[in-house]
């Protein structure tokens, strides 16, 4: 739960909404992964691919989370997909950001956390189980036209979405001089 929400969050989750539209654009479908078809598929990735295990350290929890592979926002617009989600522990759930503020890659997380746990002999099989899962539901393998496009509209909403905020909180400040403290 967030303790302080500002106009960034707003868009953000506008965003997030946006790339799930056009993941179930490509699915032809809904992936709520919180009940009916979705759920069922999630846990299926869950339970049955990766074996109740976190896709990055290989370790078996009850609370497995949904991580997105290809990160779910404006800069690397991965889209709400199954063959883009994994169960992810909490612990692996937070990426590394590079020295350019960037995150590192979902290849490049993995093997930092395989090397941090000692366990790079493992790497390459992780990796192939999370590529499996892209070819298993068959993510869709955007061209630069498409990229570009999501890119573009991703950029817009989010701008437009601050702005909308910042023009709603003054047309607030407006309507209080007016009416509220000229009582």
């Keep these: 739960m967030a303790v302080y929400n500002t106009a960034s969050d707003s868009a953000n989750t506008a965003v997030r909404a946006f790339l799930t539209k056009v993941g179930e654009y490509y699915l032809g479908h809904s992936f709520n992964t919180a009940s009916g078809k979705g759920k069922v598929i999630w846990e299926?990735?869950?339970?049955?691919?990766?074996?109740?295990?976190?896709?990055?350290?290989g370790l078996k929890t009850e609370r497995l989370q949904v991580e997105h592979v290809l990160m779910f926002n404006r800069t690397e617009f991965g889209l709400h997909h199954p063959g883009n989600t994994v169960p992810c522990c909490k612990l692996c759930n937070k990426r590394a950001r590079k020295s350019d503020k960037s995150f590192c890659s979902w290849e490049e997380h993995l093997f930092s956390v395989c090397s941090y746990r000692k366990e790079e002999q493992l790497y390459e099989t992780r990796k192939e189980a999370i590529k499996g899962n892209f070819k298993r539901f068959s993510y869709p393998k955007l061209n630069e036209n498409e990229k570009h496009a999501i890119r573009v509209i991703a950029a817009s909403l989010y701008e437009n979405i601050k702005t909308e905020s910042e023009k709603s909180l003054s047309m607030y400040k407006q309507l209080d001089e007016a009416f509220v403290k000229s009582s």
């Excluded at 299926?44 to 350290?57: E, L, N, V």
Aim: hydrophobic share 30%.
């Design 44 to 57: 299926a990735i869950r339970d049955t691919y990766f074996k109740s295990c976190c896709a990055y350290c």
